[in-house]
């Protein structure tokens, strides 16, 4: 079993509509990264939660400590959302992130 | 030029190849990282250099070498390498080694190995 885990591993959407991308863990962390990747390789930092919640456009992230589980949400979701989102976790070790094996979005117009 | 930068952007090699790929990073950062993303599996780290100097070693085998000259440079030298070793290898910078540090993604070098 991997030390982060996303669900779904593919989603297919329809403009317009609110998604809901997960990720559970199973370490105790210091910090964790959403991150988007497009096509073609190139990967963007979209958040570094610690605690409770953070927002950025239409983009907001959760994390719950105890549980152990953060959430990504898109909300009015638009075709150029359409990317592997991808959840890393980091623990004690130097600069050395988890990461999870990546949430694929489709988002049709 | 701003951010992070990897040249190439493709390599095609044999298995007794030897090749370098290379990363600059222009944000002042301190420190510098290697990742290689195989196809259907997550981003695995490779290195950590901090200060130019190695803090984390993934258990990479020795194929695989790199090289830290100064904090805006990183090199991962090749030789000898496997067919399974062709992948996506991404360099990454951040302003410390900190994991709450915010870590920025260069374009990545898409390695094949015949």
């Known amino acids: 079993k991997n030390e982060v885990e996303q669900s779904p591993q593919n989603l297919t959407a329809q403009e317009g509509e609110f998604i809901t991308i997960n990720c559970s863990y199973s370490v105790g962390i210091s910090a964790l990264h959403w991150l988007q990747q497009h096509p073609g390789g190139g990967i963007v930092s979209l958040f570094m939660l610690s605690s409770g919640k953070k927002k950025h456009g239409r983009l907001i992230a959760t994390i719950n400590i105890q549980e152990k589980h953060s959430s990504l949400h898109i909300t009015a979701s638009h075709p150029r959302d359409s990317a592997v989102y991808i959840c890393?976790?980091?623990?004690?070790?130097?600069?050395?992130?988890?990461f999870g094996q990546g949430t694929i979005l489709t988002v049709h117009p | 030029e701003t951010g992070v930068t990897q040249t190439p952007r493709h390599l095609v090699m044999g298995m007794t190849n030897k090749k370098s790929l290379k990363c600059e990073q222009h944000l002042g950062h301190n420190a510098m990282y290697w990742y290689k993303q195989s196809a259907k599996k997550p981003l695995e780290l490779m290195f950590v250099?901090?200060?130019?100097?190695?803090?984390e070693n993934n258990s990479v085998p020795s194929r695989f070498s790199p090289e830290c000259p100064n904090s805006s440079h990183l090199f991962l030298h090749l030789h000898t390498l496997q067919p399974e070793d062709s992948a996506l290898y991404l360099c990454a910078s951040s302003r410390t080694s900190g994991l709450t540090d915010t870590q920025y993604f260069g374009p990545g070098t898409r390695l094949t190995v015949l």
């Open positions: 250099y901090s200060l130019e100097e190695r803090v």
């Open positions: 890393a976790v980091g623990g004690t070790s130097y600069g050395k992130l988890t």
